[in-house]
């Protein structure tokens, strides 16, 4: 699967992905001191949405757009930072707009064109460092931050066969670095097996305190289809379960096909 992110920016899976990345970051707002967040699949952190790529998919039109129109409670502050930022804000630009003057965004992109486009979109910006780096590699380089606190956003292109593998290793390995960080993996769903695998490999990695959370439109039994989406995080904050559920909801509701096996779940891999 090619997941690159122009192609598919504002989809479901990005809707999924960045509504609860906001959530998990204004909960680690809730202390004052200052927090570090790494990107390590940064893109090029904004996407039109009415021209190139994203049109060639047309995906959007299935995600973002039937969020606009008066959304529900649990996604308005997700559908109003995207109005604010006006271009469709990958994760990089979210999370710039929700740092607080002490706070600091490192972001690592590997695609020679893309790394450029974000490096001049954050030029001249002292809270934001961009990296032209392996994104596993800088699991290991850029960790711990200093400042001992943060968020680790991972979201391979899950354009070779072993990505669940190297998602696995690189949260055993961020973790290793930085045991008391957040840590966010997006991932798609298209049919079980795979998605099992990477479940299981979590639970005996030996990392505490895990919760995943997955939306599907269909029943994921067509391994050609992008039929759902996940977020596994480690080390969630305080009321993540209870509040990601009504987010997948009301994400359900606006985008949900009405297809057998559509829903969603919120689960605990492993105990805190």
């Not at 699967?1 to 707002?29: E, P, Q, S, T």
């Not at 927090?35 to 060639?56: C, E, Q, S, V």
């Not at 502050?77 to 740092?99: E, H, K, M, Q």
Request: glycine letters at 8%.
């Amino acid at each position: 699967m090619n997941y690159r992110h122009a192609f598919h920016a504002g989809n479901f899976g990005d809707c999924v992905k960045h509504a609860l990345l906001i959530w998990l970051i204004r909960a680690l707002h809730r202390k004052p001191a200052p927090i570090a967040i790494l990107d390590t699949h940064a893109g090029i952190g904004r996407y039109d949405l009415t021209t190139g790529p994203a049109t060639r998919t047309g995906e959007a039109s299935r995600g973002i757009l039937r969020l606009m129109d008066d959304p529900p409670e649990a996604l308005s502050d997700y559908v109003t930072l995207v109005r604010d930022l006006g271009l469709y804000p990958g994760s990089p630009a979210i999370a710039r707009a929700l740092l607080r003057p002490r706070d600091r965004l490192m972001c690592c992109e590997l695609h020679p064109e893309d790394v450029v486009a974000l490096k001049h979109l954050f030029a001249g910006d002292g809270q934001v460092a961009v990296h032209r780096r392996d994104a596993w590699e800088a699991l290991g380089a850029l960790l711990p931050p200093a400042e001992r606190r943060g968020l680790v956003l991972i979201d391979p292109p899950f354009e070779a066969a072993d990505e669940f593998d190297k998602l696995a290793a690189g949260l055993r390995l961020g973790h290793s670095r930085f045991s008391g960080g957040v840590f966010a993996a997006w991932y798609p769903i298209k049919h079980r097996a795979p998605v099992r695998a990477f479940h299981i490999a979590m639970r005996e990695s030996g990392i505490r305190d895990i919760v995943v959370a997955e939306l599907f439109l269909r029943e994921p039994l067509d391994a050609a289809r992008l039929n759902g989406a996940g977020l596994l995080v480690v080390n969630p904050p305080y009321r993540f379960e209870a509040q990601a559920a009504p987010i997948l909801a009301a994400l359900l509701e606006r985008l949900g096909t009405r297809e057998p096996g559509e829903g969603f779940v919120v689960e605990r891999l492993a105990d805190e």
